[in-house]
Antibody
């Protein structure tokens, strides 16, 4: 059974850097079938796709966050991470990691595994 | 980026009734759409991909349809666990984008 588990500080001060990690179990971050993704959800609002990192280290970021965003993958620990710099109150949200799955025939099948989410508040 | 627009924002339905949720894409996306359900305090869960293929554990009272720019999710007979918020998402290209959600509530 594949599981994702987010971890990181629940409170970050404005202008600082938010760092989150997603530990993967039951699957390998080196698999060619998966794009390891981050999604966030501000309180009471909808889902916002943040970006993905692939096993090679290739990334694709939401253009609105691109200038502040960095993702990395650690194959030795089977985990991937997100760093968002210069945070403001607008970055307060529940942050989810998820697996974007490309099947063997090349077709994507959606975000099929999600972490439980970790709430992050930006406040002084 | 592709904009996904869901309607209605809220759908009031009685248990046992049928519910139809809509999702429209700002450009053609073939059948590259997924539907998710989110219950309060929980992560979203994949229900449908490829516009109409049920994910593992998705009951057959849920069905998806459409192609191109217009998509639907139909729940044939609402059960208690179906009262939640539903999101459509396109994966035709990057960046992935979600609709704003439809809340299905008790009438």
């Amino acid at each position: 059974q594949v599981q994702l588990q987010e971890s990181g500080p629940g409170l970050v001060k404005p202008s600082q850097t938010l760092s989150l990690t997603c530990a993967v179990s039951g699957a390998s971050v080196t698999s060619s079938y998966y794009y390891w993704s981050w999604i966030r959800q501000p309180p009471g609002k909808g889902l916002e796709w943040i970006g993905y990192i692939y096993r090679s280290g290739n990334t694709y970021y939401n253009e609105a966050l691109m200038s502040r965003l960095s993702m990395s993958v650690d194959t030795s620990k089977n985990q991937f991470s997100l760093q968002l710099s210069s945070v403001t109150a607008a970055d307060t949200a529940v942050y989810y990691c998820a697996r974007d799955h490309q099947s063997w025939n090349g077709f994507f099948v959606g975000l099929d595994v999600w972490g439980q989410g970790t709430p992050v508040t930006v406040s002084s | 980026e592709i904009v996904m627009t869901q309607s209605p924002g809220t759908l009031s339905v009685s248990p046992g009734e049928r519910a139809t949720l809509s999702c429209k894409a700002s450009q053609t996306i073939s059948t590259n759409v997924a539907w998710y359900r989110q219950k309060p305090g929980q992560a979203p869960m994949l229900l449908i991909y490829g516009a109409s293929t049920r994910a593992i554990d998705t009951p057959d009272r849920l069905s998806g349809g459409g192609s191109g720019t217009e998509f639907t999710l139909t729940i044939s007979s609402l059960q208690s666990e179906d009262f939640a918020v539903y999101y459509c998402q396109q994966y035709h290209n990057w960046p992935r984008t979600f609709g704003q959600g439809t809340k299905v509530e008790f009438k």
